[in-house]
């Protein structure tokens, strides 16, 4: 038994042979032959990567011999934020990088879900599978900048059907089957997409849930659609009609000839991604070919040490930004497996199980399902074969100190434990895990190379040892190209430029150690981050607020120290209603169906008003404060309040739930 550990302790160090076979050392030494630079230790290569950054990011290209059709002429044309550079006048392909490796009868996906068992997909039988979709695809007239949506699970289709996109340099954009009509809507009717890919269903704990209805409501909500390939999985085809304009996906795996991916400039979109603010619809996140491809090759060769031959798991849907970081594992030529399903059925061990029966290197998954491991008193590594598993990824939300303690006693004692923190903004982590660094308890190791992370006092003063907001003071190849239909870019200006002009706000609190690592202390603004898939609270207050019995409502969501999320709802109700067992029920499932079940609120209070600001904005950080301690004083400005009585209802609710009590 580990001794108890508190945050800070070191509880494992990388052997010698862990750190001679890293990839991170083979990049030193090939920086100290190639290039003269003598750096022997991670703390001076990431000074050197932030301080030299065009020169660091020029590396990333040779090193991982980038294939351009066209070269570029300047590594970054400045670090002015938002609008640098890069790369320019190159041009490339993503998916054309994947099929590097590609070695036949190698398996590039290991695939299983709840009713299906494990199957392979070659990489002979991938690129088959590519070329035929992206040659159905052109003769349906999708081209470069055209968009291609997806209502599908983690399944293979979806990424065949993500490759072939991206080998014609369409534009990407996906939804899981688990997000609700109005959900999917308020995504895909902003990027107008040409052709649709949906499922008629999927399977979660046991239970099916039929998606066929989608089809119909999302080509009367989506009028520039001028295809939709139905995708069978849980009903075989049963129900799939087709047409002119309808396909089933078996029609698109025909014999496709030879296909070559098209090149495309560097900062051509590859997809568009979704990231909840506080305000209005979802944010969609453009982000590019070459970004992209730069940054996946650095993050996931170095920081998280893939190789090819290694079996990459990530625990996602193909809404959670972790889907698209897991596809890169094939641009490092490692196997990806898919799974999918619930982390509970048919019981708790079974991503435990995959990971054994699969071999598995990198097990990767969400800090919740770790500390839900741990109470449910899950030891995997006495009742699974884990031979193979090296590395440990956890994020997500910050992972507690009892959850590293959990895996190096119950999991395995000489496993590499990376806790990271990023987003679906970047699309990667600004905080990483480094095989030539030790881990302690409840720290990230390292800022990522390259992403010069730094906490920021209220003045904009860089903080060590303190708790700041996490900033990015120069700019990263994966940052968003901008966001779609955002004129004079004032939308994408307001989410991260707003407090730092120049400098890149993405709302998390951040302690950065004396010795380079970092502690994630949550959420610094309102979006609801919960089991890794962030949510604006408008799109709660959109659903609810549209049933007759809801006048005015407020949500906000608050890490518990002990790892938890803690996620209440409260509702002004119009009157006559009476927030009784019905009204609550009805409430929830309303949420549960247009949203995601995710975002199904931990309890529902009733309150006279909801505190606003003069301007009428909803004051969701001060209730978020004072919910978790702090005092009136402190949290608002009573003076700006328009209705400052409102406000106590909160404080006197923060006694009465004594939320440390609840971690």
């Known amino acids: 038994m580990m ?173 899981s089957p688990d997000f609700g009509s109005r959900s999917v809507i308020d995504r895909f009717r902003q990027i107008a997409p040409k052709v649709l890919f949906a499922v008629d269903g999927y399977q979660y704990g046991g239970k099916a849930f039929d998606r066929r209805f989608m089809v119909d409501e999302l080509r009367q909500a989506l009028p520039t659609l001028e295809r939709v390939v139905k995708v069978p999985y849980l009903f075989g085809g049963d129900g799939l009609t087709t047409s002119k304009n309808v396909l089933a996906w078996e029609d698109l795996l025909v014999e496709g000839g030879r296909f070559t991916c098209r090149q495309v400039p560097f900062e051509h979109p590859l997809w568009v991604l979704y990231s909840s603010g506080t305000t209005g619809l979802p944010k969609p996140i453009v982000q590019s070919h070459g970004g992209i491809l730069v940054e996946h090759l650095k993050y996931l060769g170095l920081h998280l040490d893939l190789k090819p031959g290694d079996r990459f798991f990530w625990f996602t849907t193909i809404g959670w930004v972790m889907w698209n970081i897991l596809l890169g594992g094939l641009l490092n030529g490692a196997t990806i497996l898919l799974y999918d399903g619930s982390t509970a059925y048919p019981d708790p061990g079974v991503l435990w199980r995959f990971a054994g029966n699969t071999g598995m290197t990198h097990f990767g998954t969400g800090a919740a399902y770790l500390t ?212 609550k029920a009805k409430v929830r499932e309303k949420i549960r169906a247009a949203l995601t079940p995710r975002h199904v609120p931990d309890e529902i209070f009733a309150l006279p008003e909801v505190p606003r600001t003069l301007s009428g904005k909803k004051l969701e950080v001060p209730v978020k404060k004072i919910l978790s301690g702090v005092s009136i004083e402190r949290a608002v400005n009573i003076d700006s309040m328009s209705n400052p009585n409102a406000i106590t209802y909160f404080a006197e609710l923060a006694n009465r739930l004594s939320l440390s009590e609840m971690a």
Request: a negative charge; glycine letters at 10%; hydrophobic letters at 40%.
């Open 3 to 175: 001794r108890t550990v508190r945050e800070g302790s070191l509880i494992w160090r990388p052997s010698r042979e862990v750190v001679d076979q890293a990839n991170m050392t083979r990049y030193m030494n090939w920086l100290k032959t190639g290039k003269g630079l003598e750096i022997n230790s991670y703390h001076d290569l990431w000074e050197w990567s932030v301080t030299h950054l065009e020169d660091f990011w020029a590396s990333m290209w040779d090193y991982n011999q980038i294939e351009a059709s066209k070269p570029y002429m300047k590594v970054l044309s400045g670090r002015q934020m938002p609008g640098a550079r890069w790369f320019e006048g190159s041009e490339l392909n993503y998916a054309g990088h994947v099929f590097r490796h590609f070695t036949g009868d190698q398996p590039a996906i290991l695939f299983q879900s709840e009713f299906q068992p494990l199957t392979k997909l070659s990489w002979g039988d991938l690129r088959n599978q590519v070329t035929s979709v992206a040659t159905a695809l052109a003769g349906m007239g999708v081209g470069r900048g055209d968009r291609v949506a997806a209502y599908l699970p983690n399944i293979p289709q979806t990424v065949v059907a993500f490759l072939a996109c991206a080998g014609l340099g369409a534009i990407w954009s996906g939804c």
């Open 372 to 583: 839900g491991c741990l109470k449910s008193g899950l030891e995997p590594g006495k009742a699974y074969d884990l031979t193979h598993l090296r590395a440990i990824g956890s994020t997500g939300s910050p992972l507690p100190v009892e959850g590293f303690q959990w895996v190096y006693e119950a999991v395995k004692s000489d496993v590499w434990l990376t806790s990271a923190s990023g987003g679906t903004d970047v699309s990667t982590g600004f905080l990483a895990g480094c095989p030539l660094l030790p881990v302690h308890a409840g720290e990230l190791q390292c800022r990522a190379l390259g992403v010069n992370v730094q906490a920021y006092d209220e003045k904009g003063r860089p903080l060590v040892d303190e708790v700041g907001e996490l900033v990015v003071t120069d700019p990263m190849p994966s940052m968003p190209l901008y966001f779609w239909n955002d004129p004079g870019n004032q939308r994408y200006l307001d989410s991260y430029f707003d407090i730092y002009p120049g400098v890149w706000r993405h709302g998390d609190w951040i302690k950065i150690t004396p010795r380079g690592s970092a502690i994630i202390y949550g959420r610094s603004d309102s979006t609801l981050n919960r089991m890794g898939v962030r949510m604006g609270s408008s799109e709660i207050y959109s659903v609810v607020e549209d049933l007759p019995e809801v006048k005015d409502s407020l949500i906000v969501g608050i890490e518990l120290p002990g790892g938890g999320y803690y996620m209440p709802l409260f509702l002004v109700l119009a009157e006559g209603a009476a927030l009784d067992d019905p009204l």
